[in-house]
């Protein structure tokens, strides 16, 4: 009977330890006020208003999204491809609670969602969902766990299943070869502009975010 049954979850994925949620929190907030006070930023911010000599209060225009983590699979409780193999898979049964160190590299923003990215380590990359980035761009050969972000923020009325998807398409940019625009180096690194309110903070010096292996029912 169901009560014998698994439970699938909504999602599998990190959780970010709580002090380092904090942390991640402000870091993120620092670096929007920066950009915001950036002339190369105001040169763009009719990306994020849809007009131009509009003000935006970019801590206002993404809206958090509660705990901090990195998707793994989304499951949505088995209704999801896929969800059911991933939960009975082996790697994910011996993983599961344990904790595990996140490599950050990257913060990004687009004018739909705010989110660091994930570089994850081989051991990592089992836990990762094989078609996770084939899904979302059926066209195109982008690296297995390039997908893999912490969303920090929604503009309004966006799903955060949006920040992935953003994180691709500068992916897909940067393998075509786009370099974009050298905009400025800034404390935490170097930024780059690459066009429709998409920039991206390549962190000097990756940041490691302790975090834990589970799942959310929700
Ligand atoms: P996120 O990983 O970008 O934050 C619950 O909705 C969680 O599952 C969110 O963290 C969300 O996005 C992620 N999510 C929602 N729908 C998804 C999908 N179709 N594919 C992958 N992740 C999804």
């Given at each position: 009977g169901p009560l014998e049954e698994t439970a699938i979850p909504l999602f599998f994925g990190w959780f970010l330890c709580p002090s380092f949620q904090e942390k991640l929190k402000s870091m993120a907030k620092d670096f929007l006020k920066t950009l915001a006070g950036l002339e190369a930023f105001k040169k763009h911010l009719s990306d994020f208003t849809g007009e131009a000599e509009k003000e935006v209060d970019l801590e206002k225009f993404f809206q958090d999204k509660g705990m901090l983590h990195c998707t793994t699979k989304f499951c949505d409780y088995g209704k999801a491809e896929g969800s059911k193999e991933y939960a009975e898979q082996q790697s994910v049964k011996d993983r599961y609670g344990n904790m595990s160190e996140l490599t950050l590299s990257a913060l990004f923003l687009t004018p739909r969602t705010l989110g660091a990215r994930v570089s994850l380590s081989e051991e990592q990359l089992q836990l990762w969902p094989t078609g996770a980035e084939k899904e979302a761009v059926p066209d195109a050969n982008l690296?297995?766990?390039?997908?893999?972000h912490v969303t920090l923020g929604c503009a309004e009325g966006v799903e955060p299943v949006q920040t992935g998807l953003d994180l691709l398409e500068l992916v897909q940019l940067q393998q075509q070869g786009q370099e974009g625009e050298q905009v400025e180096d800034l404390e935490l690194g170097s930024l780059t502009y690459y066009g429709k309110g998409m920039w991206v903070l390549s962190l000097k010096e990756p940041t490691v975010a302790p975090a834990c292996f589970s799942s959310y029912y929700g």
């Amino acid at each position: 009977g169901p009560l014998e049954e698994t439970a699938i979850p909504l999602f599998f994925g990190w959780f970010l330890c709580p002090s380092f949620q904090e942390k991640l929190k402000s870091m993120a907030k620092d670096f929007l006020k920066t950009l915001a006070g950036l002339e190369a930023f105001k040169k763009h911010l009719s990306d994020f208003t849809g007009e131009a000599e509009k003000e935006v209060d970019l801590e206002k225009f993404f809206q958090d999204k509660g705990m901090l983590h990195c998707t793994t699979k989304f499951c949505d409780y088995g209704k999801a491809e896929g969800s059911k193999e991933y939960a009975e898979q082996q790697s994910v049964k011996d993983r599961y609670g344990n904790m595990s160190e996140l490599t950050l590299s990257a913060l990004f923003l687009t004018p739909r969602t705010l989110g660091a990215r994930v570089s994850l380590s081989e051991e990592q990359l089992q836990l990762w969902p094989t078609g996770a980035e084939k899904e979302a761009v059926p066209d195109a050969n982008l690296p297995i766990g390039s997908r893999a972000h912490v969303t920090l923020g929604c503009a309004e009325g966006v799903e955060p299943v949006q920040t992935g998807l953003d994180l691709l398409e500068l992916v897909q940019l940067q393998q075509q070869g786009q370099e974009g625009e050298q905009v400025e180096d800034l404390e935490l690194g170097s930024l780059t502009y690459y066009g429709k309110g998409m920039w991206v903070l390549s962190l000097k010096e990756p940041t490691v975010a302790p975090a834990c292996f589970s799942s959310y029912y929700g």
